[in-house]
């Protein structure tokens, strides 16, 4: 995987056949909708995310259109043996930061609920939002920008709570 972004013809997951083309709506690499692949790429990718931690490794973590948050091995593109989450929602943004916290992923979902994850202990905590946003992004020290139609927000994130 490279650290550049994948370029247009080269498969995320490694595993999915690569389109040739952008196609709007699905991100390069996964499969047409309907098509299962095995590797845990099942269906189009709705939000990406990644995050270079320095020394070690970079995290990539996608969003799909199954309800499914998933962690990806950078090195060998593979994806964890198990999401990161499942829900019956779809996850709409997604955003990465090495927070004193350690990394933490905000995941904002179709129903108006936040998730946020320690990718470190594990810890979720939950909250619902005032409106529908479709893009996110979190700072080192806790600062979640959230945007959508009806507006834009920015939140002081309590990074104790998931430790």
Do not use: F, K, N
């Amino acid at each position: 995987m490279r650290r550049s972004g994948t370029p247009t013809g080269t498969s995320i997951c490694g595993r999915c056949p690569a389109p040739t083309g952008r196609t709007p709506g699905r991100l390069p690499g996964t499969p047409p909708p309907g098509r299962s692949t095995a590797g845990g790429c099942t269906g189009p990718v709705a939000a990406l995310a990644c995050l270079d931690l320095p020394g070690t490794t970079t995290l990539v973590v996608t969003g799909g259109l199954d309800g499914t948050v998933r962690l990806w091995d950078s090195v060998t593109a593979a994806p964890m043996p198990q999401p990161v989450e499942a829900r019956p929602a779809l996850p709409l943004a997604l955003a990465l930061a090495d927070t004193q916290a350690g990394p933490v992923l905000a995941v904002v979902w179709s129903d108006q609920r936040l998730h946020l994850w320690s990718l470190a202990t594990g810890r979720m905590t939950a909250t619902p939002l005032p409106y529908r946003y479709q893009a996110a992004a979190l700072t080192h020290d806790g600062l979640l920008l959230l945007a959508g139609a009806d507006g834009s927000t920015a939140w002081g994130l309590a990074l104790d709570r998931l430790r």
